[in-house]
Each structure stands twice: as structure tokens, then as C-alpha cells.
């Protein structure tokens, strides 16, 4: 009788211990899922400034990635260029965000090439928050070095927030980036969407932050460490770095900036902004921020003392 109550007990607990175990699992998947799209598909930005509204003609262009995406972009020629250089913008921006930098490059004589990564603005794919958008900046090199009136030995790169992670791991991986500036870069994915799951929606890292990068991986099939330009900065030299970095960033603290600095090589500069949050450095302080900007491209790009 003890061993037919035994088994009438668990005949009943089974069933409840399954649905259980249906229900966290069915859980931790609509969780993965829903909360790596705020990654993966970023919400996209319409909205254009052409760089013509600023008195600057351009060119719609069309290249591919290096792993076979098709982007979108704008080339502004300078007749009397001295060197090219690539805008590379934030999360959930598009080309348009960086358009007030074209005016002073072009006065200082530069082309500028400026881009839709992948899942922002007119570029279709998914978000991978750095590590595939390396793809795309490769590729955006690659179009530069294949026109005719390109320098291919003088082409520099400047990215805000995630734009100046990618160039960071980019140049790292070609010796056609001569010179980075990097304005807001984070030194590492997981920190970076641990700080933004916390400041924004007061998410705890284990164990929700963590299956919402795990599913990122398995979704993307890559390593969240892979994408960590700590480890890359490292590896530009003898290709110059310029960072930049706000002091009172709050989203990506300053001390990603001191530690890209630590860990990059010769020639480096830094440049923390005092009172600056994240990426108001050039509205802050807009003469200095081009004065540096423009004497650091003139220095490693066209060797001007």
C-alpha cells in the first residue's frame, strides 16, 4: 500500500514538475529572443540630412561588405584632396548622424565616405553591436581603394560610441586605416550592454542580461568577447589612434577610454572633455574638437608637423 501511494504522488507531482520546467523553459526563450531583438534590430532611423543641404554635392554609392552585405553610403569629393575619410556612426543612428562632420573635413581638405552599417538606416542585415560591422567598414575601404581617385595610402577613419569600436577592431585587421579617431568607444560588448541593460531598464546581469547576450551569440554565431576592442587597439600601430571621450559620459564611462588608451601602442592620444556627457565632446567644445581632429589626420595621414 506505502509503495502504491508513493507512486500515486508522483504520478500527480510529475506532471506539475514537467509544466514547470516547459513553463522557465518556454520563458528563457521568449526572453532571449524579444530582448536580443533590441540588439539585433536596432529601430531605424529615417531621417536624412544629405550633405548638398550643407553646400557639399555627393555621390549615392553602393558596396558590399566583406562577408557579401550591400550597403549604402555617400562619397563627397574634395578636387584637391590630401587623404579620405570614412564617418563611421553610433547605435541606432545612421549615415546622417555624423553629417556635421563633412564641412570641416572638406574645408581641411579631405574626401569624406560616410555609411549605413549593416541594420541601420538604408543597409538591410542584423545589428551585432561591433563584431560583424567590422565587416562593413572593411568593405567600405575596399570600394575606396578600388576608385581611381583615391589615395589608398592615406584613408582614415573616425567612429562615435559603437562607429569607433568598429574602427578600432577594423584597423587592427588592415594596414589601409592609417589613422583612427574614436569618439564614446566602449572597450567591450558584454560591459557595454550590461551598463545600458542597468542604467536604462534597472536589468540585473545574471540571469537576464546574460541569456539576452547568449542568445545574441547563438542567433549571430559569434563570441561576445570576439567583439571587444580592448583586444584589438593593440594591434593597430604603426597606424596612429586619436580618443576621445566625454568626462561625464554616463552611458560608456570614461575609464573605456583610459583603458583603450593603456592598451593601445605608439602613436596614441587622448583627450578626455571636461564636462562633456556621452558624445556632446563636438558640441561642447566644436573648435577644439576639429582643430585636434584635423591637426591629428594631417599628422598621420599626410605627415604635416
Known sequence: MRSIAISNLLYIKIPWLLSLVIIIICAIL?????????????????????PDELGLPYEEVKFNSTDGLELKGWFINN??????????????????????????????????????FRAHGDSPGYCSLGYYEVNDLLGAVDYLKSRQDIDREK????????????????????????AVVADSSFVSFERTVTRFAKLFFNLPKFPLVYLTIKTVELRLGFKAKQADPLKYIGKI?????????????ARIL??????????AKEPKELWIVPEADHLE?????????????????DKYLNNED
Open 30 to 50: 521568449i526572453w532571449g529572443i524579444m530582448s536580443s531583438r533590441l540588439i539585433l534590430s536596432p529601430p531605424r532611423d529615417k531621417s536624412q540630412t544629405p
Open 79 to 116: 578636387p584637391r584632396a590630401k587623404g579620405t575619410v570614412i564617418l563611421c556612426h553610433g547605435f541606432g543612428t545612421n549615415k546622417s548622424d555624423l553629417v556635421s562632420f563633412p564641412p570641416f573635413l572638406h574645408d581641411a581638405g579631405y574626401n569624406i565616405f560616410m555609411f549605413d
Open 155 to 178: 584613408i582614415g577613419a573616425i567612429g562615435v560610441s559603437m562607429g569607433g569600436a568598429v574602427a578600432f577592431m577594423a584597423a587592427a585587421k588592415t594596414p589601409y586605416l592609417k
Open 237 to 249: 600601430s604603426p597606424g596612429a589612434v586619436f580618443i576621445i571621450h566625454g568626462e561625464e559620459d
Open 254 to 263: 570614461k575609464e573605456n577610454a583610459q583603458l583603450l588608451y593603456k592598451a
Open 281 to 297: 565632446s563636438h558640441g561642447l567644445m566644436s573648435t577644439e574638437y576639429e582643430k585636434r581632429i584635423v591637426e591629428f589626420f
